[in-house]
């Protein structure tokens, strides 16, 4: 299981703030456009784009790496009432800055602060199982995959994939 924490990394995560509106779309928009990771609607708009991440219960983050926004994450409950005590997360790295450490440094930091804020695990509820990058990663963490949903995602090219519920405990 994963050990590093996300200050290890050298990268700056911060809460966002209004301000940060244009960069966290600058983040979203390839990643929705591009439709292989994100359940999102492909033509999902800019103002639909951020409602959804800054929604009500959402704590939004971003990675910054030598001050450029390489990132962004929320943390929420994943349920309410009875449900409440596990969290949920959604994370996206900037395209142009995959594979250098950001969505690791994001994960280990939504860890820590689910761990600060009393969630007692962490849930993922639809990972694409064609991204394996996130799904070995997640895996590196400690989640595991505790369900399969057949088919649940329309690839723009694979077809129809598979969806994840991965799981673990803080």
Same mark, same amino acid.
């Given at each position: 299981?994963?050990? @590093?924490?996300?200050?290890?990394?050298?990268?700056? $995560?911060?809460?966002?703030?209004?301000?940060?509106?244009?960069?966290?779309?600058?983040?979203?928009?390839?990643? $929705?456009?591009?439709?292989?990771?994100?359940?999102?609607?492909?033509?999902?708009?800019?103002?639909? %784009?951020?409602?959804?991440?800054?929604?009500?219960?959402?704590? @939004?983050? /971003?990675?910054?790496?030598?001050?450029?926004?390489?990132?962004?994450?929320? /943390?929420?409950?994943?349920?309410?009432?009875?449900?409440?005590?596990?969290?949920?997360?959604?994370?996206?790295? %900037?395209?142009?800055?995959?594979?250098?450490?950001?969505?690791?440094?994001?994960?280990?930091?939504?860890?820590?602060?689910?761990?600060?804020?009393? =969630?007692?695990?962490?849930?993922?509820?639809?990972?694409?199982?064609?991204?394996?990058?996130?799904?070995?990663?997640?895996?590196? =963490?400690? =989640?595991?995959?505790?369900?399969? /949903?057949?088919?649940?995602?329309?690839?723009?090219?694979?077809? /129809? @994939?598979?969806?994840?519920?991965?799981?673990?405990?803080?």
């Amino acid at each position: 299981m994963e050990t @590093v924490s996300w200050q290890d990394t050298g990268m700056r $995560i911060r809460e966002a703030v209004e301000k940060d509106a244009e960069a966290i779309w600058a983040i979203l928009e390839p990643i $929705i456009r591009a439709g292989e990771t994100y359940p999102q609607p492909r033509d999902m708009d800019r103002a639909a %784009a951020l409602a959804y991440w800054f929604s009500p219960g959402h704590e @939004v983050f /971003l990675a910054e790496d030598d001050g450029e926004i390489v990132g962004t994450y929320f /943390l929420k409950a994943n349920q309410k009432g009875g449900g409440a005590h596990i969290a949920n997360c959604g994370y996206i790295t %900037a395209p142009h800055a995959t594979g250098r450490g950001v969505a690791r440094a994001m994960c280990a930091h939504s860890l820590e602060r689910a761990r600060k804020r009393g =969630f007692r695990a962490m849930q993922f509820n639809f990972v694409v199982s064609s991204n394996e990058r996130a799904v070995r990663l997640w895996q590196s =963490f400690g =989640f595991e995959i505790v369900g399969r /949903l057949p088919k649940a995602f329309e690839h723009p090219t694979l077809g /129809l @994939v598979d969806a994840y519920v991965m799981y673990r405990q803080l």
